[in-house]
């Protein structure tokens, strides 16, 4: 098993780290270059949730990435601020289309094997799992 | 990371060619490039995203910010890609429903020109 911790400032110009380093994760991991572009994807999205939820906030404190490989699977889990509860009136607009939030989340629900969110304390874990075939 | 803007004209169509990465970063670059493009009269927008390596949610809302834009305007929002890393954002989000996607800016000033 191989674990890396990776913890950005939560401003957005981060985000493409985190990405260009998960993308190298998966690539040293031995997944297809498929696999690889959806986790930089799904990564992607869950970050920048978190960090447009702490530039709202004012909360400085880093957005950490946990990067685990094992035989069975590969797991991201990013960690940072709850982003503020989307209320169902503003899922959509007025003239039919979605939410930022609800295109973030069909995007992570479709590029990952699993995806799960823990919100507690003020703060989500997200984490989104690539089963090995 | 940069996000390159070209802007030319073809016909009644302001073009607008988007280089590199599409993300919370660099969204706001081309927000401000289409809603000034608007502002000055442009209402048949034609954005070419076959330089575009990765686009994300925030990227999308920028289109479908743009295209309520040209919409109130009685104008048209057209896309040009052909890359199947972008095309799939598009189709696991529905929104092959809502733009128009050609394969070249031909074919997106003539379609919606038509």
Not at chain 1, 98 to 113: G, K, P, T, Y
Not at chain 2, 44 to 52: I, S, T, Y
Not at chain 2, 55 to 71: E, F, I, M, W
Request: proline share 3%; with cysteine; hydrophobic share 40%.
């Amino acid at each position: 098993m191989t674990g890396v911790d990776i913890a950005i400032p939560p401003r957005s110009v981060y985000v493409g780290v985190v990405r260009l380093a998960v993308a190298a994760l998966a690539r040293q991991a031995g997944l297809d270059e498929d696999e690889v572009d959806n986790l930089r994807i799904a990564v992607s999205e869950a970050c920048t949730t978190v960090v447009l939820a702490q530039e709202g906030d004012g909360n400085d404190d880093p957005v950490t990435v946990r990067w685990d490989d094992t035989e069975d699977e590969v797991s991201v889990e990013i960690e940072g601020a709850s982003p503020p509860a989307v209320a169902p009136a503003d899922v959509d607009d007025s003239q039919g289309f979605s939410s930022r939030d609800v295109l973030s989340q069909a995007l992570l629900e479709s590029l990952v094997d699993e995806s799960s969110f823990d919100d507690r304390d003020g703060g989500r874990v997200t984490r989104l799992v690539i089963r090995r075939h | 990371m940069e996000l390159g803007l070209d802007v030319q004209k073809v016909d009644s169509h302001a073009v607008v060619d988007v280089k590199g990465e599409i993300d919370v970063y660099t969204a706001p670059k081309l927000r401000e490039k289409l809603i000034e493009l608007v502002s000055e009269g442009s209402y048949d927008v034609v954005v070419n995203l076959e330089g575009v390596d990765f686009l994300d949610s925030t990227g999308l809302g920028v289109l479908v910010g743009a295209l309520k834009r040209v919409k109130a305007h009685d104008g048209s929002l057209s896309l040009v890609c052909t890359q199947d890393k972008i095309l799939k954002i598009f189709k696991i989000t529905g929104l092959t429903k809502v733009f128009p996607i050609h394969s070249s800016v031909d074919d997106a000033t003539t379609a919606s020109s038509e």
